[in-house]
């Protein structure tokens, strides 16, 4: 088994790239961080550094398995704080994961209750959307490629469906809906990331109206993408909830025809179901959104 001394050690030689500043941080003596590295070597079968002049470099095996530690290191930090908050008396912490536009529309006044309620509990929030990760409460958009994990239990929130973003002197404009297959010959704007779910659902439905959209500008956001279709450069189409206000001189259509639509669910490990602060979360959530 390995000691987490000794990776600790390894991690600060590579950062410090010395054994001396690295004694120097950790408190020891040049000669028991050597003596910790070699020791880390024989219990490893790797070679972790190599002799550069008069000092030393870590080889590729070296970095590798300082960078895999650090997943390490922060889970025992959260096990830390846990066992701070449970030696304080204090409910505890919670770590809920969001994407974007979901946190942009519910998070700070689900937060602020949740502070109001719980002023001792610990929050941790994370952007899932791009870091990945398993927090106690999930908010996530279905993929249906994804099954989830058996550990959670899943509660539907709502189901999103997405909206054309067009100019007010477009042809469309004032149109109560519009098919799918109607934006097959426009210009679109891309406001996803490439492999993002959300994305995934509006190609799905645009291959099911017989197309592949023509993007004329990539960007990664929505609030990106609505501010060329302003400059005239093309349509884009993106969950309502994405849009929230609108620029002067935009205005929305509701596809159809497909209709595509995300379903927009919240995670909850079966570990913290009881949790009162879990629960709660939830429960703001539903209300929120109605």
């Known amino acids: 088994m390995l ?9 600060a030689v590579i950062a410090t790239g010395s054994i001396r500043a690295s004694a120097t941080a950790l408190g020891y003596t ?13 219990e490893t079968g790797l070679r972790l550094f190599e002799r550069a002049g008069r000092g030393i470099e870590a080889t590729a095996a070296g970095r590798t398995l300082a960078a895999e530690a650090e997943t390490l290191f922060e889970a025992l930090s959260q096990l830390e704080q846990v066992v701070g908050d449970l030696r304080a008396g204090r409910v505890g912490s919670l770590s809920i994961g969001y994407f974007g536009s979901a946190g942009e529309s519910w998070l700070a006044p689900v937060v602020a209750t949740l502070r109001a309620e719980f002023p001792e ?3 941790d929030l994370r952007m899932t959307e791009f870091t990945g990760g398993d927090p106690d409460v999930d908010i996530f958009v279905e993929d249906a490629s994804v099954e989830r994990a058996a550990h959670v239990e899943v509660h539907r929130l709502v189901d999103d469906p997405y909206l054309a973003v067009v ?11 519009v098919p799918l297959a109607d934006l097959a010959e426009r210009s679109w704007v891309d406001n996803d990331l490439r492999q993002g779910a959300c994305r995934q659902i509006l190609l799905a439905a ?5 197309f592949s959209p ?11 993408a609505i501010s060329f279709v302003a400059t005239g450069i093309g349509i884009t189409v993106i969950p309502e909830l ?5 620029p002067g001189g935009l205005t929305t259509i509701p596809v159809v025809a497909p209709r595509p639509v995300r379903h927009i669910s919240a995670a909850v490990k079966k ?11 939830v429960d703001l959530l539903k209300t929120l959104i109605g």
Do not use: M
């Open 3 to 11: 000691d987490l001394l000794r990776l600790r050690v390894l991690r």
């Open 30 to 42: 040049p000669s028991a961080v050597s003596q910790h590295l070699a020791t880390l070597q024989r």
């Open 121 to 123: 509990l610990r929050l």
């Open 167 to 177: 100019r007010t002197d477009d042809p469309l404009a004032g149109s109560s809906e």
């Open 206 to 210: 645009c291959a099911q109206a017989g």
């Open 214 to 224: 023509s993007f004329a500008v990539e960007t990664h956001d929505y609030r990106t």
């Open 242 to 246: 994405g849009i929230r206000e609108l």
């Open 271 to 281: 570990s913290v179901v009881d949790h009162p602060a879990a629960r709660r979360t």
